[in-house]
């Protein structure tokens, strides 16, 4: 059974910091593909960073510069480390990993990042 958990949401000033991590089980971590969308109310999900299994990584263009998403293979764990944050980063942020056989996706629960301004 494939499980992701997120953790590391919470309430930040603009300009602050937050880690999100995901944890992953139920999968061969080291062939997945794992990256991080984000839902604000009212708006689609969107691509927020994408890492694949030998470490490329892709970032939407209002995060670059300011958010770094980064893969610990012996802790089957993807963290996303936002920095300067904004207001617009407010939303539930998921956690995606990509199996290529299938392909298949698989989703975490969320966890919401505020920030205030």
């Known amino acids: 059974q494939v499980q992701l958990v997120e953790s590391g949401g919470g309430l930040v000033q603009a300009g602050g910091s937050l880690r999100l991590s995901c944890a992953a089980s139920g999968i061969i971590f080291s062939r997945h593909g794992m990256g991080w969308h984000r839902q604000a109310p009212g708006k689609q999900r969107e691509l927020v960073a994408f890492?694949?299994?030998?470490?490329?990584?892709t970032y939407a263009d209002s995060v670059k510069g300011r958010f770094t998403i980064s893969r610990d293979n012996a802790k089957n764990t993807v963290y996303l480390q936002m920095n300067s944050l904004k207001p617009e980063d407010t939303a539930v942020y998921y956690c995606k990993s990509l199996d290529y056989a299938g392909p298949y996706t698989y989703w975490g629960q969320g966890t919401q990042v505020t920030v205030s301004s």
């Open positions: 890492t694949t299994p030998d470490g490329r990584t």
